[in-house]
């Protein structure tokens, strides 16, 4: 039904600009096959030397840091250890959007990286001469982000395609199988979306010409605790297992606006509504933990080979989400009866929280690692990743949860990681260089095409004895194609908006020390 900006409809929905606590027969469900892969995607950091060589470590070991990839390499140990790392990771976002390009960025300063190795020598020539015992804590992936897209878009608007989602819905801000559409509610009550009529559309006065600035930051981490235990058989055999609890820890807001260019003062939806722009925020933050447990060997086919394998099984992560969304509009609203503005700016907020249960790929991997005497190591491994494993679970919506996990074996695939280190060694000098490559997780080509995930790396490291210093640099570049969102021309299925070609730089500088005893 069409509304009019009446007095009395205004302070009607002047009384409804408060607070929504999301729940019951309406909920709000933000999980998606994007959050599956957010954790699922990893970029494992640790000790400077880990970080230096790529994480490539599978068939090296002898680094607390190795323990995320190839647990059997703390069979390499002989003497006990004690580690820790500190690092300042910078961030830096750029996005092209309608030909304009912007720039973003964000610093954190964190603890990537503790642990302690005890070391069991039972003195034996042959059969298991020495046994290990290892706990402590390693980074598996770090969430610092910032972008901010912003240009006039031509073909759309945002609220084109709110509307677009509200469709076949009974119930304004309702999606068609009864779950709340945030954005709906919200843009309803500002009366920046209208309907439904007797077919089930919704419609906005809203489209294209508008300026549009959507900005972003997130961080956090994935830390894991290890428990880990290997063992030395014969300067031959080494064989590792660990039990091990990550701990997610991810922040998001951002803030997606619609403005009239200046100048336009006549921007309007026909009934005397003018329209200015609007702001919509939104907030969550997502912890949890999850276990899994991890099996590696090594063997020393030569002196100068050692051959590495690994088994990862899926990580069970349960997990709690807050989601905030707010919408505040512009507009300048009809004269009353006394011939006095009325007020403006209608403002409101959903809230929710709530809990569900993921599940992370399986993983598997081998390496050859090459010493060279005692001037240098080289190690080259590859992993493989099952990502169309990935599973949602909410225990109250199966409906939902079969949505999800079925686009997830739709759009997803089997995927790879390659890493390659080396260290070199002068004196007291350590010189180390290393690379990292995930392969795309997508199916479709158009998509996997558009998506990259680089790591290039480089340290030094002082060794006295019994006790080291190490420091190293990692350059992280990961490219995709982002859409503000999705809508198309009912016609010739094209899309209305273009993608914002997104490229993150992210440095990490790290700082560690060793002492052996």
């Excluded at 300026?211 to 972003?216: M, S, Y």
């Excluded at 088994?311 to 989400?321: D, I, K, N």
């Excluded at 399986?362 to 005497?373: K, P, T």
């Excluded at 080396?422 to 158009?446: C, V």
Aim: aromatic letters at 14%.
């Amino acid at each position: 039904m069409k509304r009019h900006t009446s007095p009395l409809n205004l302070i009607g929905l002047l009384a409804l600009a408060g607070t929504l606590w999301i729940g019951g027969a309406a909920p709000l469900r933000a999980q998606n096959i994007d959050d599956l892969l957010r954790y699922s995607v990893l970029n494992p950091s640790g000790s400077p030397r880990f970080t230096a060589m790529g994480g490539a470590f599978g068939g090296l070991g002898g680094n607390f840091s190795a323990l995320t990839v190839n647990p059997a390499g703390m069979g390499l140990y002989s003497r006990n250890e004690i580690s820790l790392s500190g690092s300042v990771t910078s961030a830096n976002g750029r996005a092209n959007y309608y030909g304009e390009t912007h720039h973003d960025n964000e610093i954190k300063v964190n603890l990537p990286q503790a642990g302690f190795v005890w070391a069991l020598d039972f003195n034996a020539e042959r059969g298991l001469k020495r046994f290990q015992m290892g706990i402590g804590m390693n980074r598996l992936n770090d969430y610092t982000g910032a972008f901010l897209v912003s240009a006039l878009n031509p073909q759309s608007s945002y609220m084109q395609a709110v509307a677009a989602e509200n469709y076949g819905a009974t119930t304004p801000g309702e999606n068609s199988d009864g779950t709340l559409n945030a954005p709906g509610s919200l843009a309803y009550n500002a009366y920046l979306l209208d309907g439904p009529d007797a077919t089930g559309n919704f419609s906005t006065f809203l489209g294209g010409g508008l300026n549009q600035a959507k900005q972003w930051y997130s961080n956090g981490n994935i830390s894991e605790l290890t428990l880990a235990f290997s063992g030395n058989v014969s300067d031959k055999v080494y064989v590792g297992f660990s039990f091990n609890v990550p701990f997610i820890h991810y922040y998001y807001r951002s803030t997606l606006s619609e403005t009239v260019p200046a100048g336009n003062t006549d921007y309007n939806n026909g009934d005397g509504l003018y329209f200015k722009g609007y702001e919509l925020g939104e907030r969550f933050s997502v912890t949890g933990t999850g276990f899994t447990f991890k099996l590696g060997v090594m063997y020393q086919a030569l002196p100068y080979l050692r051959i590495g394998a690994w088994f990862h099984t899926p990580t069970y992560y349960s997990l709690g989400e807050e989601y905030t969304m707010d919408l505040a509009a512009n507009l300048t609203w009809p004269t009353d009866n006394n011939g006095e503005p009325l007020p403006g700016s209608p403002t409101g907020d959903l809230r929710s929280k709530y809990g569900y249960d993921i599940q992370t790929p399986l993983r598997a991997g081998a390496a050859l690692g090459f010493i060279i005497g005692q001037y240098g190591v080289v190690n080259v491994e590859g992993e493989v990743v099952n990502y169309n494993g990935m599973r949602l679970n909410i225990k109250d919506d199966w409906q939902y949860e079969s949505q999800v996990n079925q686009m997830v074996r739709d759009q997803y695939q089997v995927g790879g990681v390659f890493r390659v280190g080396t260290e070199w060694r002068a004196g007291i000098g350590r010189f180390r260089a290393g690379y990292a490559f995930n392969s795309s997780p997508y199916r479709d080509k158009s998509v996997r095409k558009d998506w990259q995930n680089h790591t290039v790396s480089a340290g030094v490291g002082l060794a006295f004895g019994r006790w080291n210093i190490d420091f190293a640099v990692a350059y992280y570049l990961k490219k995709e194609n982002y859409y503000l969102y999705n809508i198309v021309d009912g016609q010739t299925l094209a899309p209305l908006v273009q993608a914002a070609n997104l490229m993150q730089n992210k440095f990490v500088y790290n700082l560690g020390f060793t002492v052996k005893f």
